[in-house]
T-cell receptor, first 114, second 112 residues
Framework: AQSVTQPDIHITVSEGASLELRCNYS??????LFWYVQSPGQGLQLLLK??????LVQGIKGFEAEFKRSQSSFNLRKPSVHWSDAAEYFC????????????FGTGTQLKVEL | DGGITQSPKYLFRKEGQNVTLSCEQN?????MYWYRQDPGQGLRLIYY???????QKGDIAEGYSVSREKKESFPLTVTSAQKNPTAFYLC???????????FGPGTRLTVT
C-alpha cells in the first residue's frame, strides 16, 4: 500500500523568502503525485500534479515541485513567498486501479511572517 | 461554472440523531469521494464511488452510509453509530486520467 510522509508539521518563513515543503512517498510503481493547498475552513485546491515525463512540474500561484525517484520525494518549492501563501499544504499519492484513490500526508502548516 | 457544492457549510446536531451531508458536482465526473478531516490527521477516506449505484468502503466507513443514485450526487449520512462524528467533511470528485481529485468547500459538523 502507498503512503505519504510530510515530516514538517509547521514551517514559518518570512515574506519574500524561499520555501521548500518536503514530501516523501512509498509506492511500488511510478506514482501519481499531487500537492494541494487548504485555507482555513475551506476545501482543498490542486496546486500541481506529476504523472510522468519532466520531473520538474509547474503549478499555480508560482509553485513548482520536483520528482526525485531515487529519494522517493516530491518537494514543493516557491522562490518568494507572499503573505497570502499562509495555509496548510498536503502532498498526496495516487494508486493505480482500485477507485483512483489518493493517500494524503498529514499536512504542513505554513506561517508567513511579515 | 463547474464545480462541487456541499451543503450546509455548518451543521449542528444532537447526539443520537442521524444527519445527511449533501455533495453535488456538475463536472461530469464518474468518481466521487468522502473524506473526514481532523486536526493533525490529514484526510481519511470514508467512502468512494466509481460509478452510479456502486460504492466501496474507505478506511473509516464504520458509522457512515452513502448512496449514489445519480452521477451528480453522493450524499453522506452520519449515523448515531459513529462514535465521534464532530469533524470537517470534504467531498471530492475525479474524472481525469491521472486521478486528480477536485474538492468541495466542506461541511463542518458539530454533534453535542
Amino acid at each position: 500500500a502507498q503512503s505519504v510522509t510530510q515530516p514538517d508539521i509547521h514551517i514559518t518563513v518570512s515574506e519574500g523568502a524561499s520555501l521548500e515543503l518536503r514530501c516523501n512517498y512509498s509506492y511500488g510503481a511510478t506514482p501519481y503525485l499531487f500537492w494541494y493547498v487548504q485555507s482555513p475552513g475551506q476545501g482543498l485546491q490542486l496546486l500541481l500534479k506529476y504523472f510522468s515525463g519532466d520531473t520538474l512540474v509547474q503549478g499555480i500561484k508560482g509553485f513548482e515541485a520536483e520528482f526525485k525517484r531515487s529519494q522517493s520525494s516530491f518537494n514543493l518549492r516557491k522562490p518568494s513567498v507572499h503573505w497570502s501563501d499562509a495555509a496548510e499544504y498536503f502532498c498526496a499519492v495516487g494508486a493505480t486501479g482500485g477507485g483512483n484513490k489518493l493517500t494524503f500526508g498529514t499536512g504542513t502548516q505554513l506561517k508567513v511572517e511579515l | 461554472d463547474g464545480g462541487i457544492t456541499q451543503s450546509p457549510k455548518y451543521l449542528f446536531r444532537k447526539e443520537g440523531q442521524n444527519v445527511t451531508l449533501s455533495c453535488e458536482q456538475n463536472l461530469n465526473h464518474d468518481a466521487m469521494y468522502w473524506y473526514r478531516q481532523d486536526p493533525g490527521q490529514g484526510l481519511r477516506l470514508i467512502y468512494y464511488s466509481q460509478i452510479v449505484n456502486d460504492f466501496q468502503k474507505g478506511d473509516i466507513a464504520e458509522g457512515y452510509s452513502v448512496s449514489r443514485e445519480k452521477k451528480e450526487s453522493f450524499p453522506l449520512t452520519v449515523t448515531s453509530a459513529q462514535k465521534n462524528p464532530t469533524a470537517f467533511y470534504l467531498c471530492a470528485s475525479s474524472g481525469g486520467l491521472h486521478y486528480e481529485q477536485y474538492f468541495g468547500p466542506g461541511t463542518r459538523l458539530t454533534v453535542t
